[in-house]
């Protein structure tokens, strides 16, 4: 059903608010996937459902507390309708206020515990591999220096400037930088033998299309040094004797 007044979307728009805040505070710590308009609206829904239940049930004890002075009768209003709407409208516009902001605060809450307790890990989250390898796993104060070895045997060596996060796997890209960006294939694209050169003195960022990478290998470098940092995975994970 269509909202037909403005009203009645205002009253659309507030329902869903909660879905929406959380649904755009979990993207921020996932890569985003590639669902049906139908799936993306339907946890949207139960999200906003959820808030706006628990909100109004709050709401609700507060008013008992009050004895009515603070929030509106939610009996009395669904029993007499817009009478009691017509004679509390002041009462009413609080109430709907202060449930929105409730449950959009409720669907904070609930991102912070879940992020607080590990929720999002690779074995549960469908994240990609150049979210988990980029974002997850990338020691702070560093950036990724990255080989993308293409399919036609030549490389480009590079720090991170940015990917695609979403998408199938034909859609992404990977952007790289600095003024150590190297290629290495044959001159001009021509030829069987390979070399080597920097080419970041002259050019600003290359960009390469995923379905043109045979495979990516990634290490960190601290910001300010250059050097090479190990991620706390791999810190933590006992190395085999050689």
Known sequence: MVPQTLGA????????????????????????????????????????????????????????????KLFVDVEQWVVTGSAYAAAHVHLVALSVVAELVLACALAVVADLLLAKRGHEVSSVQQQTAWHQVFRRDRPPGTVPWVHAHL??????????????????????????????????????????VFEERVIGERWEQVVIPSAQIK????????????????????????????
């Open 9 to 68: 979307v205002a009253a659309f728009l507030g329902l869903v608010a909660p879905g929406i805040v959380f649904e755009l505070l979990r993207e921020r710590r996932r890569a985003g996937l590639k669902e049906s308009v139908f799936r993306e609206a339907s946890r949207v829904a139960l999200g906003s459902l959820v808030f706006t239940l628990t909100s109004t049930l709050l709401l609700t004890g507060l008013h008992a507390s009050s004895r009515g």
């Open 151 to 192: 399919v036609d045997g030549t490389s480009f060596f590079g720090f991170l400037r940015s990917h695609t996060a979403s998408g199938g796997p034909d859609e992404r890209e990977i952007v790289l930088e600095g003024a150590e960006l190297t290629y290495v294939g044959p001159p001009l694209g021509e030829g069987d």
């Open 215 to 242: 495979y990516v290998r990634v290490q960190y470098r601290d910001v300010k040094t250059g050097t090479r940092v190990d991620s706390r995975r791999r810190r933590d994970v006992p190395q085999e004797a050689s």
